[in-house]
């Protein structure tokens, strides 16, 4: 794999760098977003190097426009990646193009004075989730030099992570590495114990090969959220209409691990549940507390609304004061609605004040499927 770092300065002076980013963030979040504010180094990285950088990103989940029509209307304009153009502006200082259609890029590319360029959500295009040589070979005509610095897309085999590195010399950038090497330590210490796993999110089926993962490598795997709620249902216990998955079959093979665990009590409201209870919180926090590892993946309650994110307060709380006490201890927390609740605890858009032994992932199911042991499409295309 090509390290972007190993590039010498004088080769990236005067030439385009295609950047592809993580900006499949809440509107909501974006100031507690790790995927922007890394985005945004590594962005700051090349234009110290005198390069210019389109950055290429997704949002959501749009319907594909077929003939590609500025501007975005109905419901694919709430997933138009141009807000972000204020935002790197902002951060970075300097004057930021919006480029609305991919086949237009060139051209507004060399009539621009501008060095940062934000093209617009891409799949918006056809080509993109279809992994398409085709739109990928016009992705590499806007630029000289591809950089993958998206390990949350990495899983994904579309043409911006997968066909691209094949139309244009291509190179991991220091975020994807940094992933990367973090979270090859984590399946390395798995061996360090107690291990406590901590599952949530809104559904179990997006987590069943991790939770195979963990049946074998964890001491205890903690679950809240959606994927508890689907064990709960499928225990016997009435969920109401709380988050979770339809088939809750999915999940009968875990039930008789000794090492898993389910809410002792909830908090419930309007037929939902929406938070673990006291008794289930006390029980998790004693189990991070005897932890030597310890890895997050999905809040365990609603952490959207103010009153029902006492359980992941807590949890985050329990890791941070272990980070702090015991050197030899580690913990890995991702997903992008885990880590955005993380920033926000600490009321920064850094991680400068968490200590080193805790490591914030970007990924997702990204992130899941590397732990898992699986191999990310985006990271085998760079080998």
């Known amino acids: 794999m090509k390290l972007f770092s190993s590039i010498p300065n004088k080769q990236l002076k005067g030439k385009t760098v295609l950047l592809r980013v993580d900006l499949n963030v809440h509107h ?12 945004i180094k590594t962005v700051q990285a090349i234009r110290a190097q005198g390069a210019r950088v ?14 590609f029509q500025f501007p975005v209307s109905g419901e694919n304009k709430k997933l138009s990646l141009k807000p972000f153009v204020a935002v790197f502006k902002k951060a970075l200082q300097e004057n930021v193009v919006f480029i609305p259609e991919v086949t237009k890029g060139n051209a507004i590319i060399s009539k ?10 891409l799949r918006f295009w056809k080509g993109e989730e279809q992994n398409s040589i085709a739109f ?5 005509h806007l630029g000289d030099v591809y950089v993958n610095d998206a390990f949350a897309d990495s899983h994904r085999a579309h043409a911006s992570v997968d066909a691209i590195t094949r139309c244009i010399p291509s190179y991991a950038g220091p975020t994807l590495i940094h992933e990367i090497r973090a979270l090859e330590g984590v399946r390395k210490q798995s061996r360090k114990h107690p291990f406590v796993a901590v599952v949530g999110g809104a559904k179990a089926l997006d987590k069943i090969e991790l939770l195979h993962w963990f049946m074998n490598h964890a001491d205890s795997i903690l679950t809240g959220g959606g994927v508890a ?23 009968r093979d875990f039930v008789s691990c000794p090492a898993l665990h389910i809410p002792r009590d909830t908090v419930i409201s309007k037929n939902k549940i929406l938070d673990i209870g006291n008794k289930t919180i006390r029980f998790y926090v004693q189990e991070i507390q005897r932890s030597r590892m310890v890895v997050w993946n999905g809040p365990v309650g609603d952490t959207d609304i103010a009153r029902f994110q006492d359980g992941s307060r807590a949890l ?5 004061k272990q980070a702090r006490v015991r050197k030899d201890f580690y913990a890995v927390i991702g997903g992008g609605e885990t880590t955005a609740f993380v920033l926000k605890e600490i009321n920064a858009i850094s991680n400068d004040k968490i200590p080193p032994n ?11 499927e590397f732990l898992s042991g699986k191999a990310l499409p985006g990271i ?4």
Not at 28 to 39: C, G, N, P, Q
């Open 112 to 121: 621009s004075k501008a060095c940062v360029f934000v093209c617009e959500n």
């Open 358 to 368: 805790i490591f914030l992932s970007t990924g997702g199911g990204a992130m899941l």
């Open 229 to 251: 709620n689907t064990f709960l249902a499928w225990c016997g216990y009435e969920v109401g209409d709380s988050v979770r998955d339809l088939d809750t079959s999915i999940v």
């Open 316 to 320: 985050w709380r329990a890791i941070l």
């Open 380 to 383: 085998q295309a760079l080998r």
């Open 28 to 39: 909501e979040d974006l100031h507690y977003s790790l995927r922007v504010v890394r985005a």
């Open 54 to 67: 389109v950055i290429l990103s997704h949002q959501g989940r749009p319907d594909p426009i077929s003939n």
């Open 136 to 140: 990928a070979r016009q992705l590499a």
